[in-house]
């Protein structure tokens, strides 16, 4: 059972010294020997070590796409000769969202195998553990995590590609605005994601004139919530219900909803941008109502849309390769590596310079959105990033209305 | 709070007792045999899950589930068989320690084969939208499945531990192992035996289970610990008593999430596991003089 067995049990130790000592020898003899040859040096490609920390099990869909992703742009990348001729090593470590292995991960990543940048984690409280531990190392990292706390307050070194939950807050307000809509329930999936959120919620509320009469956290493991939508029914004057959940288990509650017959308006978080969490929910998710980049709706977008040729281009990349549906959270591994890559190209492997390439990239074109960064934000993403989208026949569409 | 709501609340209650319930049972056939807890209990359930989900794809709904039912069987005595039935002389820790390594074992098998992500068997009838309208308040036909299945099993174990032949040698195997040998019975057999049939229960909970709960490689473990919960709390071995258990710690749950945090509903169920384990280690309806002549 889970219980007994402490997390670092499965957490690959650091290696013996011995070994270090034997690899640090046979450095420095390269090194000499390197040195005997001048040229030849400069003449062998250097590779860029990227390391990738993901959630591909765990709690969550996200760290599947996001590897996917990654795997099939190295490839492609390396295919091309890789960045002004250096090649891409790209080293994937599954966190399975848990905090403490991204932490270890981390570490590993940068005293070990001394890698050039980190993409990733998947979750926001992943993210929010090791900032810190990459801020201190100076390594860049772009974090594939929603949640606005990871960059504001803005850390040096550290950027995230997924659109800002607090825009997604708005976003929904405002749709709650036109609906006539100022009462709400709140509930939150129990992971950083969902918690961030819940911040967001409860503090953008009153800008929006909007009262949250009652929040709920849920577990990520919920097998069944129909008692807390009992209690969420209670209170008869909820105009609509906000469902903020990375977890499978948010489908579960849209489930309990309507099959205790409420016939509330539901509106979820951009984390819902996975078609398995529809699938899930079965005719339940159908008017389900939540922002999301346009990744999801690429195909019916309008040619004028500047991002329609990225998008088009990725998703069927994706499902061409993987036979799966493409979801937002393998966009967002695309923007970071595509960002972090492209100040590569431009400024060569120097950690600083990249750095500063990335907090000065204006206008480029994502699947999240149109990237322009600057030293207040990190993000580079506005409100605009998102459209409202909604569920019809088991499929996303843009919500018009 | 109005009768709909409150009806709301105790439908949500039987619910979740009922699943633990089923669990528990479980948990007590294996128990009733050996003496031992099974933790890799909660992985029949997954499998029976998993195992329907992959083969509907080849078969109507009812055989896809005797199918895995049948399936999660033969994997429980192949278990059985590997891990358990070589010992010669097992003590109570050892057989634990070998169940929660087999759990960790299944639970990675799992994702290998069927990858991490959340499967559901569909809604046996109508959609997840469908409901029931019981005295005003509206349930999902499929809690009245899994609540028919639950009956069913139970009534059907008490029987088989009561009246059939092989089911009092197995529990003869539980009380004494070495009287149960000088009588006749294969005692190893009859181990493996309860390893297939509470294989089977959970593959079949499992499944009928799989459109409320969903089914994903890792959640055996939830809901084993409180079938665990809930096994002791009706008294180990006794599946009666599991049902009740189930059902008042189902309830529980429920009614504590009206008027505490929603978070707080797990920390109910092992406050009460807790004070239970002090007042009466034997369970609520366990029998004392039973429970103390017991090795564990």
């Known amino acids: ?401 | 709070m109005d009768f709909p709501l409150f009806l709301q609340y105790l439908f949500a209650g039987i619910t979740y007792g009922i699943i633990y319930a089923i669990v528990a049972i479980g948990f007590n056939i294996i128990y009733n045999t050996t003496g031992i807890i099974n933790f890799a209990q909660g992985e029949f359930l997954m499998l029976g899950g998993m195992i329907s989900i992959s083969l509907l794809h080849f078969m109507p709904l009812p055989l896809a589930i005797a199918a895995a039912v049948i399936i999660t069987m033969l994997v429980g005595a192949l278990i059985e068989i590997l891990f358990i039935r070589w010992i010669d002389n097992p003590s109570v820790l050892r057989m634990i320690i070998i169940t929660i390594g087999i759990s960790i074992l299944v639970r990675e098998a799992a994702l290998h084969i069927w990858g991490e992500s959340v499967r559901a068997l569909p809604y046996f009838i109508g959609s997840a939208v469908t409901s029931v309208s019981i005295l005003g308040t509206k349930i999902s036909p499929q809690v009245l499945i899994v609540i028919g299945v639950c009956s069913i099993v139970v009534v059907f174990l008490s029987f088989f531990f009561k009246f059939t032949s092989i089911g009092r040698e197995m529990r003869a195997c539980a009380a004494n192992r070495k009287a149960a040998t000088l009588c006749g019975i294969n005692v190893k057999n009859m181990v493996t035996f309860s390893f297939m049939l509470s294989a089977g229960i959970g593959a079949l909970a499992g499944a009928v289970m799989s459109p409320i709960t969903y089914t994903q490689y890792d959640n055996g473990t939830g809901l084993a610990i409180k079938g665990f919960t809930v096994a002791i709390l009706g008294g180990l071995g006794n599946s009666p008593g599991a049902v009740a258990a189930g059902l008042i710690l189902g309830i529980i749950e429920a009614f504590s999430i009206s008027f505490l945090p929603l978070a707080f509903k797990d920390a109910v169920a092992i406050a009460i596991l807790l004070i239970i384990l002090f007042i009466r280690p034997h369970g609520l309806f366990g029998s004392r003089e039973a429970a103390s002549l017991k090795e564990f």
């Open chain 1, 1 to 401: 059972m889970k219980f007994f067995i402490p997390h670092s049990f499965f957490i690959p130790r650091r290696r013996l010294c011995m070994k270090n000592i034997l690899k640090k020898a046979v450095l420095t003899v390269a090194a000499f020997g390197l040195l005997a040859v001048p040229g030849l040096q400069s003449a062998q490609a250097a590779t860029i070590k990227v390391g990738a920390i993901l959630a591909e099990t765990g709690p969550s869909f996200l760290g599947v796409p996001e590897a996917n992703t990654l795997r099939m742009l190295t490839e492609e990348l390396n295919a091309k000769g890789g960045i002004n001729g250096n090649t891409v090593e790209l080293i994937i470590k599954d966190s399975g969202g848990n905090p403490e292995k991204a932490i270890s991960f981390s570490k590993q990543f940068i005293e070990e195998e001394k890698v050039f940048a980190i993409i990733g984690p998947s979750t926001s409280g992943e993210t929010m553990k090791i900032k810190n531990i990459a801020e201190q190392a100076e390594t860049p990292l772009v974090s594939c995590a929603a949640a606005a706390v990871i960059v504001n307050p803005v850390a040096k070194w550290v950027f995230k590609t997924p659109q800002m939950d607090s825009d997604a807050v708005k976003k929904i307000y405002m749709e709650m605005n036109k609906m006539n809509i100022s009462k709400i329930a709140v509930v939150v999936g129990n992971t950083g994601f969902g918690k961030a959120g819940k911040g967001q919620l409860l503090k953008i509320a009153p800008e929006f004139g909007i009262d949250v009469v009652i929040s709920e956290v849920y577990d990520k493991k919920a097998t069944d919530l129909s008692a807390v939508v009992a209690k969420l029914m209670a209170h008869k004057d909820i105009q609509a219900v906000v469902n903020w959940s990375i977890v499978p288990a948010q489908s579960i509650i849209i489930k309990n909803i309507r099959q205790a017959g409420w016939d509330v308006p539901i509106f979820q978080s951009h984390g819902f941008g996975n078609i398995k969490f529809v699938k899930a929910a079965g005719d339940a998710a159908e008017g389900v109502i939540f922002p999301a980049g346009r990744l999801l709706v690429a195909e019916v977008l309008p040619e004028s849309n500047v991002q329609k040729a990225v998008l088009v281009k990725y998703k069927s990349d994706y499902e061409g390769k993987f036979k799966e549906d493409v979801s937002t959270f393998g966009g967002h591994a695309y923007d970071a590596f595509m960002i972090l890559t492209k100040a590569i190209a431009e400024v060569g492997p120097d950690k600083a310079k990249v750095r500063d390439a990335i907090e000065n990239m204006k206008g480029f074109v994502g699947t999240g959105g149109v990237f322009n960064f600057s030293p207040e934000n990190h993000n580079g993403l506005g409100l605009d990033a998102f459209d409202m989208m909604t569920v019809k026949d088991g499929k996303f569409v843009l919500y018009t209305k």
